[in-house]
């Protein structure tokens, strides 16, 4: 482990109220002195900072521990400090106009992290570090909020297929983000079994004068229903409210948004300290009965295993003990995890260090250590090998099959895959 993280993560979990290990204090980790006990790299330091979106939090606990570094390094973070103090400014007069202009359409939306789950978490806008807001809307088809988002400057971005002015769409075959559409008839086999066939999970807007993007979803949890409890229309009878600047906007309730975050963060593979940094606040939470929900949610999504992998990763990190409500609950899966939070520690150590994930050894390991694991049945483990057999459909294009042969793809894929890499490699020379 480089001696960067290990400090950045101690800084940011003082910024954040969190607990930290005794054993490494600060001056072990490092001195300001003329001989430092540990050398320090300020520049991968900062760098981290920004690759975790912890910028916030480490100016934050480099001020509260009257911790220094060097002259050209803390000019550089008070510059983006600076930058991200304007930037967060503009995002928070967006926020209010989105949310005022669905009041007057009376569409219910909420807002998901980023600001709304800084102000949950924290009781502050700011500590917690976002590039864009996540919005909810109640409403059966959410490109209709494209009109609405036009009146305020902003654009479907990437473009939908054959989506008019008013933001009505024929549903058909996207491509993935950046590619261009194809014809659906041309591969409607490659479309139908290789690659989900959907609009994407969420809709971005852009705006030209904006350095944030916005996504609209209709949805929070794929898993959930009436019966599981987590609908839509569930969720949103639970919400609760953030008030910034006397504006009140609406977000999930604690318990459901603590465990959206945990999900997400699952997704991802909690490849950001911001959100393990938002997860070891949840579990530090001192209100059991914010786990005892939590807790019934999480098994009535059968995310037992998310949950163990986190408090793994934690642990690892901050002295955080396990909420009495989960230890049961995680206990059957806690040996089964070690490895999937292994890899989840090493890519966040390595986040600055893009080629240590692109590598075909590191991404095989992914996928059999890290995604399987965390599978729920047969159905979603299939999904996840079909992975190594999936193909753009750019490349597609370029050796067309007729409908019958289509699927030939599924045995293409590891052959694109390696003509890339090879291509990329020449291209270096």
């Given at each position: 482990m480089n001696n960067e993280f290990p400090l950045l993560v101690k800084l940011c979990a003082i910024?954040?109220?969190?607990?930290?290990?005794?054993?490494?204090?600060?001056?072990?980790?490092?001195?300001?002195?003329?001989?430092?006990?540990l050398t320090l790299d300020e520049n991968r330091l900062l760098r981290q900072a920004l690759q975790h979106k912890t910028v916030s939090s480490l100016y934050a606990g480099l001020s509260i521990t009257e911790t220094l570094l060097s002259q050209p390094?803390?000019?550089?973070?008070?510059?983006?400090?600076?930058?991200?103090?304007?930037s967060r400014s503009f995002l928070m007069q967006e926020w209010r106009s989105i949310d005022?202009?669905?009041?007057?359409?009376?569409?219910?939306?909420?807002?998901?992290?980023g600001p709304a789950a800084s102000l949950q978490l924290y009781g502050d806008s700011?500590?917690?570090?976002?590039?864009?807001?996540d919005m909810i809307v109640n409403m059966q088809d959410k490109c209709g909020m494209a009109p609405?988002?036009?009146?305020?400057?902003?654009?479907?971005?990437?473009?939908?297929?054959?989506?008019?002015?008013?933001?009505?769409?024929?549903?058909?075959?996207?491509?993935?983000?950046?590619?261009?559409?194809?014809?659906?008839?041309?591969?409607w086999i490659y479309y139908r079994f290789i690659r989900e066939p959907i609009l994407p999970f969420h809709i971005t807007f852009s705006k030209q004068t904006s350095p944030f993007r916005v996504e609209i979803?209709?949805?929070?949890?794929?898993?959930?229903?009436?019966?599981?409890?987590?609908?839509?229309?569930?969720?949103?009878?639970?919400?609760?409210?953030?008030?910034?600047?006397?504006?009140?906007?609406?977000?999930?309730?604690?318990?459901?948004?603590?465990?959206f975050m945990l999900q997400h963060g699952a997704k991802h593979s909690w490849c950001l300290l911001h959100w393990i940094l938002d997860a070891a606040a949840i579990l530090h939470h001192n209100d059991p009965e914010l786990h005892r929900e939590m807790a019934l949610k999480i098994q009535s999504l059968q995310w037992e295993r998310q949950l163990a992998l986190i408090v793994i990763i934690?642990?690892?990190?901050?002295?955080?003990?396990?909420?009495?409500?989960?230890?049961?609950?995680?206990?059957?899966?806690?040996q089964s995890m070690t490895t999937p939070a292994r890899i989840a520690l090493n890519q966040l150590q390595q986040a600055d260090d893009s080629r240590s994930l692109s590598k075909v050894t590191n991404i095989m390991r992914f996928i059999f250590g890290y995604q399987l694991p965390l599978a729920q049945g047969c159905k979603e483990k299939i999904k996840i090998l079909l992975q190594l057999c999936m193909i753009k459909p750019a490349d597609a294009e370029t050796i067309p099959l007729p409908l019958f042969l289509q699927p030939l793809y599924l045995l293409l894929g590891p052959f694109f895959i390696f003509s890339h890499r090879i291509k990329r490699l020449l291209a270096r020379r």
């Open positions: 910024a954040r109220g969190l607990p930290v290990f005794s054993d490494a204090s600060l001056q072990n980790l490092y001195s300001t002195t003329a001989s430092p006990r390094s803390m000019k550089k973070l008070k510059r983006l400090m600076s930058i991200e103090k304007a005022e202009a669905c009041q007057r359409h009376g569409i219910p939306v909420m807002t998901i992290k700011i500590i917690r570090e976002y590039t864009d807001l609405i988002m036009k009146d305020l400057g902003y654009a479907i971005k990437p473009p939908l297929p054959d989506m008019d002015q008013n933001g009505e769409s024929d549903h058909s075959p996207l491509p993935a983000s950046g590619e261009q559409p194809l014809k659906p008839h041309r591969l979803n209709n949805r929070v949890f794929r898993e959930g229903s009436s019966e599981n409890g987590m609908s839509l229309k569930q969720v949103f009878a639970r919400s609760e409210t953030v008030v910034q600047d006397g504006y009140a906007f609406a977000t999930l309730g604690l318990a459901d948004h603590a465990v934690v642990q690892k990190l901050f002295p955080i003990a396990v909420p009495e409500p989960f230890e049961n609950l995680i206990a059957p899966y806690l």
